[in-house]
């Protein structure tokens, strides 16, 4: 796994938090409506539990059963994309 925090939240107004801090207000351009920026950090924060989940997915992979299933060989396929573009790769 990626070293990231994996303990964000996210507060009332839309701040990201980590252990009781503020580490940024709503994300976003400052074009962007409040709740457009609380949307966006809402995903940051629920971005670790999210790739948790695509990595859970992708070692289903091996699996002789669920890879001849097409739509779950393609849900595999997906998941290790995000897990790339996660990680920087």
């Given at each position: 796994?990626?070293?990231?925090?994996?303990?964000?939240?996210?507060?009332?107004?839309?701040?990201?938090?980590?252990?009781?801090?503020?580490?940024?207000?709503?994300?976003?351009?400052?074009?962007a409506s409040h709740?457009?920026?609380?949307?966006?950090?809402?995903?940051?924060?629920?971005?670790?539990?999210?790739?948790?989940?695509?990595?859970?997915?992708?070692?289903?992979?091996?699996?002789?059963?669920?890879?001849?299933?097409?739509?779950?060989?393609?849900?595999?396929?997906?998941?290790k994309q995000i897990i790339?573009?996660?990680?920087?790769?």
């Amino acid at each position: 796994m990626s070293k990231h925090t994996e303990n964000w939240k996210t507060e009332y107004d839309g701040a990201l938090v980590m252990d009781g801090q503020i580490i940024s207000g709503p994300l976003g351009p400052d074009t962007a409506s409040h709740e457009e920026k609380k949307a966006n950090t809402i995903l940051a924060a629920s971005a670790p539990e999210m790739l948790k989940l695509a990595e859970h997915i992708a070692s289903f992979s091996d699996d002789a059963y669920l890879s001849g299933h097409p739509e779950f060989s393609a849900m595999v396929d997906e998941a290790k994309q995000i897990i790339a573009k996660t990680k920087g790769e």
